[in-house]
């Protein structure tokens, strides 16, 4: 049974940083492309960040390039999002998901697979 869990979320204000963890099980990572996507109250669930199966190749919404950084660790089975210069409007849940085989890496119906979330909350 795959599963992908979240952990790292919670409250933090304007400026501040925050690391969210995804620990994947289940499944033979390395196979994988591992991604974020954020979904804030009464928003549609948007990609945030994905990184390739080697770990090489990062893509990223224009609205975090620059803030965040997302990694992997292959022994670990994780993948990682390094969130600097927080700001309210990342308040969301954020997700972790994962895909085998993609035609869109930004189209949320793209993953096979789908963590339960974790809530970030950036105050002002």
């Known amino acids: 049974q795959v599963q992908l869990v979240e952990s790292g979320g919670g409250l933090v204000q304007a400026g501040g940083s925050l690391t969210l963890s995804c620990a994947a099980s289940g499944l033979t990572f390395s196979i994988y492309t591992m991604a974020w996507f954020r979904q804030a109250p009464t928003k549609e669930r948007d990609f945030v960040a994905a990184i390739s199966r080697s770990g090489s190749t990062p893509y990223y919404a224009d609205s975090v390039r620059g803030r965040f950084t997302i990694s992997r660790h292959s022994a670990k089975n994780t993948v990682y999002l390094q969130m600097n210069s927080l700001e309210p409007e990342d308040t969301a849940v954020y997700y972790c998901?994962?895909?085998?085989?993609?035609?869109?890496?930004?189209?949320?119906?793209?993953?096979?697979?789908w963590g339960q979330g974790t809530q970030v909350n950036v105050s002002s």
């Open positions: 998901a994962a895909v085998r085989l993609h035609s869109s890496l930004y189209d949320q119906r793209t993953y096979d697979y």
